[in-house]
Structure formats: C-alpha cells, structure tokens
C-alpha cells in the first residue's frame, strides 16, 4: 500500500528565507506526483505536476523535484513571503488516477 | 474557467435525513472522485469515477453512494448521514492522457459537512 509522509508537519520561518519541504512515498511505481496549495477551511490549489519522466518543475519562487528511484520529492520555496502562509500537500498519482495524499506541511511566514 | 464546482458550500444535517452534494467540472475531464479531509487524517478517497456509468469505492466508502449519470456531474450521496460523516468534503476531476496515466488534477473548493 502507498504510504506518503511529509516531513516537517509544521514549519515557521521569517520572511525572505528559502525553505524546503520535503514528500517521500514507498512505492516507487507511480506516474506523477502534484503539489497543492490549501488555506485554511478552503480548496486546493494546484502549484506543481511533476510527470514521471521529469526531475522537475519550476513556477515562479517554487521548483518542485523527484526522485522516482528514491521515493523522494522537494518543493523549493525561495524568498518566502507572508502570503506563502498554507498547508502544501503534495499527492502521488498512480495509474488510472490514484492519488495518495500526504498529511501536509503547515507554513507560517512570519512578516 | 476551467473549474469543479461544488454545491452547497456549507451544509448542517440531522442524523438520518438523506442528503447530496453536487460535483460539476466543465472541462470534458474523465474521471472524477470524492475525498473526504479530517484533522490528523488527511485526505482519503470516498468514491471514484473513471468514466460515465463506471464508479468504484475508494478507500472510505462506508455510508456514500455516487452515480456517474452524465461525464460533468458526480454527486455525492449520503442515504442516512451520521455524525462520524462531519467532515470537509472535495471532488476532484482530471483527464488520463491515451496511456492511463495521471495527469494534473482539479479540486473543487469543498463542502463542509456537519451532521448534529
């Protein structure tokens, strides 16, 4: 079964600092994986799809990697803002489009 | 606007009256699914579509039912709510390219659920 974690659960930084968040998930066979944005009681916002034939994806302040191999992927955050303040989940997506969540990483960007 | 419209937004039930929140996405997209959030749990699948007429159980369809009657409507349906189905709810939308594979996926803004 896929199991996805993300690791810091919560994270707070001040602003202008780069950040990382990291996913990893144990079962190496999935196609892609996505990375969302979610404000507090609202949806989810789409940032990243990183096909699994790609190392990465770049928007904006975010670059977004993975490591297939590793079970592992980053999302960059440079020059953190305030309004970067949300929980990021990121979902692995395997065939026929499974998604597996993580529990989310909750950022807090203090002005 | 490419969207998944979700509706009602906010919904407080009695135990027992049958209810349904309805799911809409305009973008010709295939599959479609229901997800529950719960604090601690995270997000988990309820019930999924992979096209019209062909709807499967994710991994907590306990209490749900959903139809795929049409490829832009996926509602949910809850027969007999109860109080452990309190939650905020999702539907979700995306289009498998021709290999099956994922692509990019599409939320709705949720519906929160209370049952007293």
């Known amino acids: 079964k896929q199991e996805v974690t993300q690791i810091p659960a919560a994270l707070s930084v001040p602003e202008g600092e780069n950040l990382v968040l990291n996913c990893s998930f144990t079962?190496?066979?999935?196609?892609?994986l996505q990375w969302f944005r979610q404000d507090p009681g609202k949806g989810l916002t789409s940032l990243l799809l990183?096909?699994?034939?790609?190392r990465e994806q770049t928007s904006g302040r975010l670059n977004a990697s993975l490591d297939k191999s590793s079970g592992r992927s980053t999302l960059y955050i440079a020059a953190s803002q305030p309004g970067d303040s949300a929980t990021y989940l990121c979902?692995?997506?395997?065939?026929?489009?499974?998604?597996?969540f993580g529990a989310g990483t909750r950022l807090t960007v203090k002005p | 606007e490419a969207q998944v419209t979700q509706n009602p937004r906010y919904l407080i039930t009695v135990t027992g009256k049958k209810l349904t929140v309805t799911c809409s996405q305009n973008?010709?997209?295939?599959?479609m699914s229901w997800y529950r959030q719960d604090p601690g749990l995270g997000l988990r699948q309820i019930y999924y579509?992979?096209?019209?007429?062909?709807?499967d159980k994710g991994d907590v369809p306990e209490g749900y039912k959903v139809s795929r009657k049409e490829k832009r409507n996926f509602p949910l349906i809850l027969e007999s709510p109860s109080p452990n189905q309190t939650s905020l709810y999702f539907c979700?939308?995306?289009?498998?390219?021709?290999?099956?594979?994922?692509?990019?996926?599409?939320f709705g803004q949720g519906t929160r659920l209370t049952v007293v």
């Open positions: 979902a692995v997506i395997r065939n026929n489009n499974d998604m597996r």
């Open positions: 990183i096909q699994s034939s790609q």
């Open positions: 979700a939308s995306s289009l498998p390219d021709r290999g099956r594979r994922g692509t990019e996926a599409f």
């Open positions: 973008m010709n997209h295939e599959y």
């Open positions: 579509s992979m096209n019209v007429e062909v709807t």
């Open positions: 079962d190496s066979a999935i196609y892609n």
